[in-house]
Structures are given as structure tokens and as C-alpha cells.
């Protein structure tokens, strides 16, 4: 199974700051790789696809790169609005398997 | 639109079996694989499989294998997780997931249900 490691655990940032997320993976495949926005008590939501594809209605301060096993998730000027845990996905290789997340939080 | 609506909130007992329920609306539903995927409190998510209603084919991860059936009605265009001899760390929120690519399980997720929570106590 590919495992999946995002870091830093917790991300503190000031409004108005960069958020740049990892996600580091056991073995490399393909750009199939996800990234998921969860917010408490709600289910997750995809945020980019393809590695750097924006899904429908995400604004554009959410950008994704990487190929390999190296993969970012950035987030260009963090608002209140993006505090939230954010989780990696590979669709490459059955199992598809997540990262354990990485929460963002507001200073 | 699509949307994806999960049955209620479960309490079992260990050693026996639940089955959640994911109705779809909003668009074709055989063609597109219904993905289940658990959380645990405080923990990740964990993809648990996949069925592709058109074709018939059911994936399951290796570690559920032999206790997981997922099952999908296309006259009711609901999909159903049975997870049995179920176990105190079973108990987590167990979501149903869509992607927008036809005829594949191995996709990113573009719509979620809201979730099952299944708490495992005696």
C-alpha cells in the first residue's frame, strides 16, 4: 500500500499569510493526487485533483503541485475561512489511501 | 446536482453487523462507482471500497475483506456497506463518496454524503 505522509501535524498561520502543506509518499506514481478540505462536524470536500487541477468553486488562492512522491498544497493568502483539516489522497494504486491531514489554524 | 444522502446514526452491539444506505440524486447513477470511506474520532480517512453498478464489480480493501459487503440498487439508486462482526474500534463516521468519472473506482471524490456515525459498544 502507498502510505501517505503529510507535515507538518498543525499549521499556524496569520490571516493574509502563505500555508504551504505537505504530502510525502512511500513509493511514486502518477499525478493521481487529491487534496480534501474537512471542516469540523462536516464531510470532506476536494479541493484539487489531478495534483494541481482547482476543483468547481474553489478560489484560486488554493494552488497544488508535485509529482512523484513529493506533492504541495498551498495556500497563497490563508482567510479565517480556510481553518480546516486538509487531507492527501492518491488514486493511482488500489488500496487508494489518505494522509493522516494536516490542520490549519488561525493565529 | 448531485447528491448523495446516507440513512441515520447507528448503536451496535460487538460481534454483529450494520448496513448504511447512500441514496444518489441528481444524475445517472449506475455508470458512476459509490466509494465508502471511515473516519475514526480524531483519526484519517480510510478508503473501505468500492461497486460500479453497470459493471457489477465490487472492490474491497484487503483489510476488510471477508467482512465488508457493498452492495447498489439501481431501480432505488441506493448503495449499501454492510461492515460485520463488528468491534469497538469500528466506530467511526462512515461517509459514501461519488467522483465524475464513469465506469472507474480509482478517482478523486467530488461529492460526499454527510455521513453515518456507527458507535460500537456494549
Known amino acids: 500500500d502507498i502510505v501517505l505522509t503529510q507535515s507538518p501535524g498543525t499549521l499556524s498561520v496569520s490571516p493574509g499569510e502563505r500555508a504551504t502543506l505537505s504530502c510525502r509518499a512511500s513509493?511514486?506514481?502518477?499525478?493521481?493526487l487529491a487534496w480534501y478540505q474537512q471542516k469540523p462536524g462536516q464531510a470532506p470536500r476536494l479541493v484539487i485533483y489531478?495534483?494541481?487541477s482547482r476543483a468547481t468553486g474553489i478560489p484560486d488562492r488554493f494552488s497544488g503541485s508535485g509529482s512523484g512522491t513529493d506533492f504541495t498544497l498551498t495556500i497563497s493568502r490563508v482567510e479565517p475561512e480556510d481553518v480546516a483539516l486538509y487531507f492527501c489522497?492518491?488514486?493511482?494504486?488500489?488500496?487508494?489511501?489518505f494522509g493522516g491531514g494536516t490542520k490549519v489554524e488561525i493565529k | 446536482q448531485v447528491q448523495l444522502v446516507q440513512s441515520g446514526a447507528e448503536v451496535k452491539k460487538p460481534g454483529s453487523s450494520v448496513k448504511v444506505s447512500c441514496e444518489a440524486s441528481?444524475?445517472?447513477?449506475?455508470?458512476?462507482?459509490i466509494t465508502w470511506v471511515r473516519q475514526a474520532p480524531g483519526q484519517g480517512l480510510e478508503w473501505m471500497g468500492a461497486?460500479?453498478?453497470?459493471?457489477?464489480?465490487?472492490y474491497y480493501a484487503q483489510k476488510f475483506q471477508g467482512r465488508v459487503t457493498i452492495t447498489a440498487d439501481d431501480i432505488t439508486n441506493t448503495a449499501y456497506m454492510e461492515l460485520g462482526s463488528l468491534r469497538s474500534e469500528d466506530s467511526a463516521v462512515y461517509y459514501c463518496?461519488?467522483?465524475?468519472?464513469?465506469?472507474?473506482?480509482?478517482?478523486?471524490?467530488?461529492?460526499w454524503g454527510q455521513g453515518t456515525q456507527v458507535t460500537v459498544s456494549s
Open positions: 463518496a461519488r467522483g465524475d468519472d464513469p465506469g472507474d473506482y480509482a478517482i478523486n471524490y467530488d461529492y
Open positions: 441528481g444524475g445517472s447513477f449506475s455508470r458512476y462507482a
Open positions: 461497486i460500479i453498478p453497470v459493471f457489477g464489480r465490487v
Open positions: 513509493q511514486s506514481f502518477t499525478s493521481y
Open positions: 489531478g495534483a494541481s
Open positions: 489522497q492518491q488514486y493511482g494504486t488500489s488500496p487508494l489511501t
